[in-house]
């Protein structure tokens, strides 16, 4: 009963904070001019103050410090200067705009510092591929890889009102409920913090009018760091199955929370590749830019997007015996089914011109005709002449192209 208490106080007292902080930072904003402008590619249609990840900040640490006070917990201060590089980081790339190579570097030396200081490390892989127990080499690699991905995966997600925000509460939410039930209390402190901080945002980042604001790369980035440790930690606490409510499927699990994040950003990374961009350049082609397209509000897509998310959430914990491997491909097969449907009504409806430089739709039957096109106009030369049946023939390719 002690610990529900402090749990209890440790959200109201991030929810407090973080509610009472996010007026003070829109009038810094405004004062200061730090407003997300709006350009051809952002959701936003009028200036709107950043930096919300401020609050973010202020009511997850108080109130998770506060919450940890009576419990033990060593790595907790090497998740906190974690927290702080990220958030110094964000805010920098909030105000100044930093390269992606530069984010990188931090997001590389936040995961040195969780790993080889804080020792948040896989160590067990669940019976993957027949594999259980890894050496630390390899587990060590896994976590940054790990680490590096949630990080960016919420960084791309925070595009439209809410959807960061909310996707985090829920995610955060189901890990806090199975850290109480299996008395990892410490963990459950750790959620529900974030869960109240994110929460006072949410109210003015959705519902807010005169108090708008979006969270930045200050707040993404922090999340995607609190995430990551909390998903690493989940897993290895699921190691010993003697748990009332240990999951035998554990990474297929925590993959299938983090979902929609995980899978945008394979998607959409996959597109920017086969149109020989960097994964890191900017675009309109996340699922929830889709769903914008196809007449959908703000929050109409952020409250779908999360809906969708916790009706995934039943067949994840229902099928959790499958084992990892035969789980993980029941997740990936049913996600690309869903992801790839806004495309498809999106083509059937012309609602975007073709060769839009921001959005491309990249369905199955168009990814080869786009990769051949460009391999013809690199290979042809730009001296050479083409007959005019070679050209008649490219026209009828072209027109043939349900692009």
Known sequence: ????????????????????????????????????????????????PTLGGIAIFLGFVFAATVGLSFHELPEYIYIVVAIMVMFFVGLKDDILDLPWWKKLLAQLL?????????????????????????????????????????????????GIDGLAAGLSILAATVFGIWFVINNYFEYAVISFSLVGAIAGFFYFNVYGKKNKIFMGDTGSLILGTVMSVIVVRFNEFNIDQSLPYALASAPAVSFGILIYPLVDTIRVFTIRVLQFKSPFTADKNHLHHRLLTLGFSHRQATYTIISAN??????????????????????????GVLFLIPAILIQKRHLIKKNDAHQQLLLPGTTYQLMRNRRLRKTTSPKLKVSPRAKSFETILQRLNLW
């Open 1 to 48: 009963m002690q610990n529900l208490l402090y749990l209890f106080a440790s959200f109201s007292l991030a929810l407090i904070i973080s509610l009472n902080a996010v007026p003070i930072v829109i009038r810094i904003a405004l004062a200061l001019k730090l407003m997300d402008l709006p350009n051809e590619r952002s959701s936003a249609k009028q200036p709107i």
């Open 110 to 158: 936040t995961a040195s510092i969780l790993v080889f200081l804080g020792g948040i490390r896989f160590t067990h892989l669940h019976g993957f591929m027949g594999i259980g127990e890894i050496d630390q080499f390899w587990g060590d690699l896994l976590t940054f890889f790990v680490i590096i991905v949630i990080i960016n995966s919420f960084n791309l997600m925070d």
């Open 310 to 335: 916790i009706l995934f959430l039943i067949p994840v914990l229902c099928f959790n015996y499958l084992g990892v491997f035969k789980l993980m491909m029941v997740i990936l097969c049913i996600s």
